[in-house]
């Protein structure tokens, strides 16, 4: 009993980190225009204070994955706990554009050595009969930061300046910090290597590269086609690279193991998704829709609620039952979730809107738990951060691609149905509906392919074995 109690309070601290760490990824989305104005910058150049995060996270994981297996995952874990806590601060202070992206920066560092070793954390405490719930519980506070940050954020906003969606982590962080310095427990699992620094390079420039190519896609397709080129050369030098070298950043015999590559694949899928929803329904709410800022969040809301709700049963499902069986279900309710987003129009009401957020968060609560667990499960111990740290890639991968792919798609969509000069996306709003209808289609388009792709998997398996 006395165990049990103390792993709880281990998975509650790790779990206000990672929903700090998840939160801040997506807040400032809907800050964006009061920052720009505030700062008297363009929208264009504000949109770095998320895309540096997100590529800064994206680009460290695995380096803070593999520090976790030769340190220690707890320590790594505190060392971060307390850099996103200084960012989170840095962030709050700045003054101008470049002071608050260089504090994104150091902010993101942090949050890349939380995420990296989370999993690691709770797959080392928790027995395997309770580890499903455990991940579970994670999984929902990492979902509830991503899709909660817009809305959490015009909440805030409505009673406070930008700097306060930054500030608000600083006492809640010193909080968890004290609680993880008492409670978490010392890494046992250590190895001795040599750090991958090459390897980290060429998989910083495939990330950058191929976000960059997505960036550019609608204003400088040749520049966009080289920097593809860019990322098919990166990807292939850092395979032969990862190939041959010592002590790899990336463990590719970890990719032998079909359940993990499955699950990695379709996590990225989701987050991608999930991004989607996360980029347009600001502006559907509050440009098409005439809500307000604060309305527009308690509406966004929905979705995190309807999934701090569910993980828990998620997490207890995946512990008695077929875990794969239950990311099928997940991924079949997302996609019809998704479907419905199609049938929005500038007229429609909460009673349509809301359901349609409820279907959608029930897929991804189902889906998160067991889809988390199988991965950590797939892994020896000595191979925990790595995979904790894959993981974590995996979702912020899909969250950049999510941003990139759903603002380069929306605005080609809005401007071919206009048919003529446009001053903003939301001007239009026929136009604007109908490029969301399309933005969302390819959204729906990924989900049922990740579907379609499990669920074959698993029938296939199945039949082998027979």
Known sequence: MKELKQNIWILLTICVFIFMSTLDSSIVNIALPTISRELSIPLTQSEWVVSSYLLTICCTLLIFGKLGDMLGKTTVYKVGGIIFIVGSLCC???????????????????????????????????PKQQ?????????????????????????????????????????????????????????????????????????????????????????AVMLSGCLFIGTI?????????????????????????????????????????????TMIMPFYLQEIKGFST?????????????????????????????????????????????????????????????????????????FQAPNNTIIMNAVEKRFLGIAGALNALSRNLGMVLGVGLSTTILTLAVHAFANKPIASLTSDKGAFVNGMHVTFAVSTVLCFSAFVFILTMTLKKRFVKK
Not at 94 to 109: E, K, T, Y
Not at 244 to 254: A, G, I, K, R
């Open 92 to 126: 709050g202070l700045s003054q101008n554009l470049l002071m608050l992206v260089a504090s994104r920066i150091l902010q993101a560092l942090g949050s890349g050595m939380i995420m990296s070793n989370s999993n690691g954390i709770i797959t080392e405490t928790f």
């Open 131 to 219: 580890r499903g719930r455990a991940l579970g519980i994670l999984a929902a506070f990492v979902s509830l930061g991503a899709i909660t940050g817009p809305g959490l954020g015009g909440l805030l906003l409505s009673q406070w300046n930008w700097n306060a969606i930054f500030l608000i982590n600083v006492p809640i962080g010193l909080i968890g910090i004290a609680f993880g310095y008492r409670i978490l427990p010392r890494s046992t699992h250590r190895q001795k290597q040599r750090l991958d620094y090459i390897g980290m390079g060429l998989l910083a420039g495939l990330i950058l590269t191929f976000y960059a190519g997505i960036q550019l896609l609608t204003s």
């Open 233 to 277: 050369i990166c990807f292939i030098a850092f395979y032969y690279w990862e190939k041959q070298v010592s002590n790899p950043l990336v463990e590719l015999s970890l990719f032998k193991n079909e359940l993990f590559d499955e699950s990695l694949l379709s996590a990225l899928f989701v987050f991608i998704c999930a991004f989607f929803f």
């Open 294 to 366: 604060s309305q527009a969040g308690l509406i966004m809301m929905v979705f995190p609620i309807v999934q701090v709700i569910l993980a828990p049963v998620a997490g207890y499902l995946a512990d008695r039952f077929n875990k794969r069986v239950l990311t099928i279900i997940g991924l079949a309710l997302l996609t019809c979730g998704q479907v419905t987003y199609l049938f929005w129009q500038v007229t429609s009401p909460l009673s349509v809107i809301i359901p349609s957020i409820i279907l959608s968060s029930t897929g991804n609560s189902l």
